[in-house]
């Protein structure tokens, strides 16, 4: 079956740099979305980018355009996200998750989630 593992989480300062990185594995993904999805306590999960398995199309949510970047290794199943300038709101659990054809920002669209690493930025 799909598996999606994270893991590259941590405690860092603000202004530190971190990659996620998620393995995917148990099946072919093309035609599916990649995406990256955080939630802090007490918060609703949040759209924080994505990228077409299959194509180069990334999407970010706005928070974080201009200081995140995801990608992907097709040959090896693995999907990363470069966080640069990290900020204390950028705290959170944050989750790898796939679907298809569905809202991009939508997290109703993943069918498959891995278990999440958490990420902690102190100020």
């Known amino acids: 079956q799909v598996q999606l593992v994270e893991s590259g989480g941590g405690l860092v300062q603000a202004g530190d740099s971190l990659r996620l990185s998620c393995a995917a594995s148990g099946r072919t993904f093309g035609g599916y979305v990649m995406g990256w999805f955080r939630q802090a306590p007490g918060k609703v999960r949040e759209f924080v980018a994505s990228i077409f398995w299959s194509g180069p199309n990334t999407f970010y949510a706005d928070s974080v355009k201009g200081r995140f970047t995801i990608s992907k290794d097709n040959r090896k199943n693995m999907v990363y996200l470069q966080m640069t300038s990290l900020k204390a709101e950028d705290t959170g659990l944050y989750y790898c998750?796939?679907?298809?054809?569905?809202?991009?920002?939508?997290?109703?669209?993943?069918?498959?989630w891995g278990l999440g690493t958490q990420v902690t930025v102190s100020s």
């Open positions: 998750a796939c679907g298809r054809d569905a809202n991009i920002p939508n997290p109703r669209g993943y069918t498959y």
